[in-house]
């Protein structure tokens, strides 16, 4: 199965600083790679994601980067400000017979932005 | 619109007991989820829906059962808890999907404790 390994662990930047997470999938099959936010005690929130036929997306202080050959994935947060802080997981996908999309995990990133 | 609403949000059980974890959501998808997330694991998959009248395994069955009553209701139950699944659990849903991943929205969660 899927496989997914997410670096670092924790992450700690001054506010201002950029924030950069890695993460590796295992499965070449895998073709969506969504990212997802979540703060203390609250639901996992999609804050971004890329299908495997493009190798960038910005969305205002928020990219993501794909490199399929070497099956590997990057957020990266610029301008970082108190309210990034935040766990942070990446995930890969494949579509299921049938619809619907089979998520796996990376074991997160607790990003900590600093004054 | 309330998305995908979770019932308990907090539930302690003994070991032995039996109980079942409730899953609604409002935004006409075809495919739901259920995920278990312990520290430091990330979120694991327990059984998915890919769409009404379908369930299938995920990554961590074993201890669980689901049905998916119509196409808003997913439930998850646990016929006898043992310690070891206190955990937080979540419930998703997603479109199906022309061809194409679509993201999963998740709920609040249900907090989940076995004694």
């Known amino acids: 199965g899927e496989n997914v390994e997410q670096h670092p662990s924790t992450l700690s930047v001054q506010e201002g600083d950029s924030a950069v997470i890695k993460c590796t999938y295992s499965?070449?099959?895998?073709?969506?790679f969504p990212w997802y936010k979540q703060e203390l005690g609250k639901r996992p929130q999609l804050i971004i994601d890329?299908?495997?036929?493009?190798g960038e997306k910005k969305d205002q202080r928020i990219a993501v980067t794909l490199n399929k050959t070497a099956k590997h994935f990057s957020l990266h947060i610029t301008e970082t400000q108190p309210e990034d802080s935040a766990v942070y997981f990446c995930a890969a996908s494949r579509r299921l017979t049938g619809g619907g999309n089979k998520l796996t995990f990376g074991t997160g990133t607790q990003l900590k932005v600093e004054l | 619109n309330a998305g995908v609403t979770q019932t308990p949000k907090f539930q302690v059980l003994k070991t032995g007991q039996s109980m079942t974890l409730q899953c609604a959501q409002d935004m006409n998808h075809n495919s739901m989820y259920w995920y278990r997330q312990d520290p430091g694991m990330g979120l694991r998959l327990i059984y998915y829906s890919a769409s009404e009248g379908t369930t299938d395994k995920g990554e961590v069955p074993n201890g669980y059962n689901v049905s998916r009553l119509n196409k808003r209701e997913f439930s998850l139950r646990l016929e006898s808890a043992a310690p070891s699944q206190t955990s937080v659990y979540f419930c998703?849903?997603?479109?199906?999907?022309?061809?194409?991943?679509?993201?999963?929205?998740f709920g609040d969660g249900t907090r989940l404790s076995i004694l």
């Open positions: 998703a849903s997603s479109y199906r999907g022309q061809g194409l991943n679509q993201p999963q929205h």
């Open positions: 499965d070449s099959a895998s073709n969506y």
């Open positions: 890329i299908r495997s036929n493009v």
